[in-house]
């Protein structure tokens, strides 16, 4: 095809004998002449298809630009579309198949049985269960219990991997056993071994107060022993020796003198002395005792009864004003706040008595006056009320005493300053 079909028709008349001519010329892009008008039509067909990427000398780029993009276009559009109605095909590993698991399946046995199974009962409201888990392929473990008529019932069921339980359903006294299995899906394992324990009764918890010898022999039953009415000089045959209706150990726990007619103060007779120490602290002590400053400033001190039982005091250090409680827990780490007792002297010192009833702890700024009777391996208690009567004079330096409507507490083995009166 050449210039002449072209200007034919643009000069000729329509009725022209070869319109198949006119057609082909027509379809080839105005885009295409200057690259076609230099080669043969079969030569250029042949450049757009095998070639098209290199520039043709002399061709302007511009007129293959939109063939590139064109055919860029219908392979990345045709090329995507495969990959994505095919993807299930290209990508068969990222489609996760249940065939993995199902494969598994058949392999699962019933477990082994649990073994060393332990029971112990350390306190009236549990049984603690111990034992060793012998399977891996357990799906959790069911503990059994003997309810008492030999039948075993489940009691529950713990996770895959437990070794220990506690059952908090338990009665104080009463005798249970125990035994374990393993289950999973496939069934389960064996009983373990049985292990029983009896549950230990509420009597075993209550903490034991320490074994005091007897009081000593107070023949008048008036709270003062037949030694401390020889202390005191009063009748260990009368009660109430003042006939002032007053027994005579009330009147001596609260400092009063139970040989006077009239009220008159212990202090205020010859029959107890005035101890101060040089650290602060002030005492009556029957006149015939002997104290003995054991260290300087009188921080310790024995008090001397004559009669094998001693009172000791001691200034222990508080640095921290911990409270009295506080302080005297972590000085005995295994003792427990309800075991101990509280104490308040006449004075309105108010303190506490250790686990052994003989040792008062009373708070003193920054430290602790601690008062212990000593019995001194003695059989009997004797001045158990000249204890109180002790402590009821204390002054400490510093603290003034507060005087309080009520009366101190009696110490722990003191009964002797309930009764009021003599009846
Ligand atoms: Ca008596
Ligand atoms: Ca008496
Ligand atoms: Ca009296």
Do not use: C
């Amino acid at each position: 095809m050449t210039d002449q079909p072209s200007k034919k028709e643009e000069t000729a008349a329509p009725a022209l004998p070869d319109k198949e001519v006119e057609l082909n010329i027509t379809t080839i892009p105005t885009e295409f002449y200057g690259a076609g008008l230099q080669m043969p039509v079969e030569e250029k067909k042949k450049q757009e298809v095998k070639v098209a990427p290199v520039a043709m000398p002399g061709a302007p780029k511009r007129s293959k630009l939109p063939i590139i993009l064109v055919a860029v276009f219908l392979l990345i559009a045709i090329g995507g579309g495969f990959v994505y109605f095919n993807r299930s095909l290209l990508f068969p590993a990222s489609v996760p198949t249940p065939a993995a698991v199902v494969v598994e399946t058949p392999s699962v046995e019933a477990p082994s049985a649990p073994f060393d199974v332990s029971a112990t009962s350390t306190n009236s409201q549990s049984v603690s269960l111990r034992w060793t888990d012998a399977a891996a392929n357990e799906s959790g473990f069911r503990v059994e219990r003997h309810d008492g008529d030999g039948n075993f019932s489940s009691l529950t069921s713990l996770p895959p991997n437990s070794t220990s339980f506690l059952d908090l359903s338990v009665e104080s006294g009463a005798t249970y056993t125990y035994r374990i299995r393993a289950i999973n899906e496939a069934g389960e394992s064996d009983a373990s071994d049985e292990a029983s324990a009896l549950v230990k009764t509420q009597i075993a918890v209550v903490p034991t107060r320490p074994e005091l010898p007897p009081a000593g022999l107070d023949t008048d039953s008036d709270g003062l022993s037949d030694l401390e009415e020889v202390l005191y000089g009063t009748n260990s045959k009368s009660p109430d020796t003042d006939a002032d209706g007053f027994l005579d150990g009330n009147e001596v726990f609260h400092l009063y003198n139970p040989a006077g007619t009239a009220p008159v103060k212990l202090l205020d007779s010859a029959l107890v002395k005035i101890i101060t120490a040089p650290v602060g602290w002030v005492l009556s002590i029957p006149t015939s005792w002997v104290i003995t400053f054991n260290a300087a400033q009188g921080t310790q001190a024995t008090i001397d009864t004559q009669h094998g039982e001693l009172f000791t005091v001691a200034i222990k250090e508080n640095p921290n004003k911990k409270s009295i409680l506080e302080w005297y827990l972590a000085e005995n780490p295994d003792v427990t706040a309800t075991q101990v007792i509280p104490f308040r002297s006449k004075g309105g010192y108010e303190g506490i008595v250790g686990t052994n009833l003989l040792t008062t702890y009373i708070p003193w700024e920054d430290n602790i006056f601690v008062m212990t009777y000593e019995l001194n391996e003695q059989p009997f208690i004797n001045f158990r009320t000249t204890y109180s009567m002790m402590l009821n004079s204390l002054v400490l330096s510093g603290m003034p005493e507060i005087m309080l409507p009520e009366p101190g507490t009696p110490l722990p083995f003191e009964p002797s300053a309930t009764p009021t009166t003599a009846s």
